[in-house]
């Protein structure tokens, strides 16, 4: 596809002029640490997409999934992973093995907003790590145990426009999560958070 020059973006100053800069209270959503919310939440979630990048840039992104609570929050600043037998192309894997970079997404069912993790990792085979990671009785067969560098809560205005969840769902009480992390950060009430953020959904923009 052939592109006109006149309109790449190349550099930072031309992506402002497109996209502002956030405002000073998006930025401070950002923990370098797991919050009580955080840990509940990720408690809850069955489903994360996780991706890596590889020494000569090459990145991967892999959904994992398993019942709720599959992966385990040890303490604020870390998280096993555990990975099952798969198609065995371990691509997420070599890209740890080079620069041990990783980021996560985490989803729980009928929660519009996400949760994201970025950090490093040790990749571990350790048979007592393994066990602790098991699933219907069989053991991981790696874990990655993920220092927590990055977590903040996403709005979930991109799975409000891809009609994730249907409409009429009842909201799940996970949604209360997001609520009271942002009323803590912004010294309000919870559920002026939720009507903030339904009326910035239902803005359609």
């Not at 502002?20 to 939440?41: G, N, R, V, Y």
């Not at 699933?135 to 991981?140: L, N």
């Amino acid at each position: 596809m052939q592109l006109n020059p006149e309109y790449l973006i190349t550099n930072t100053a031309q992506l402002r002029d497109v996209i502002p800069s956030p405002h000073e209270k998006i930025e401070q959503k950002i923990k370098s640490s797991l919050t009580d919310e955080f840990s509940a939440f990720i408690a809850r979630s069955a489903l994360v997409f996780v991706g890596t990048v590889g020494e000569d840039g090459g990145v991967d992104v892999s959904p994992k999934g398993d019942a709720p609570g599959f992966v385990e929050v040890v303490d604020e600043k870390t998280v096993l992973l555990p990975d099952r037998s798969g198609n065995r192309l371990a691509f997420g894997f070599e890209n740890l093995i080079e620069t041990g970079q990783i980021s996560l997404i985490f989803l729980v069912h009928g929660v519009r907003e996400t949760l994201r993790v970025n950090g490093r990792v040790q990749i571990s085979r350790d048979p007592e790590l393994c066990q602790r990671c098991a699933a219907d009785g069989k053991p991981a067969t790696l874990v990655s145990v993920i220092s927590v560098d990055e977590a903040f809560f996403h709005c979930g205005k991109a799975l409000v426009r891809a009609k994730l969840w249907p409409e009429t769902a009842k909201r799940p009480n996970e949604e209360s999560l997001v609520h009271r992390h942002f009323a803590q950060d912004h010294g309000v009430e919870a559920q002026a958070v939720a009507d903030d953020l339904e009326a910035y959904y239902q803005d359609g923009q």
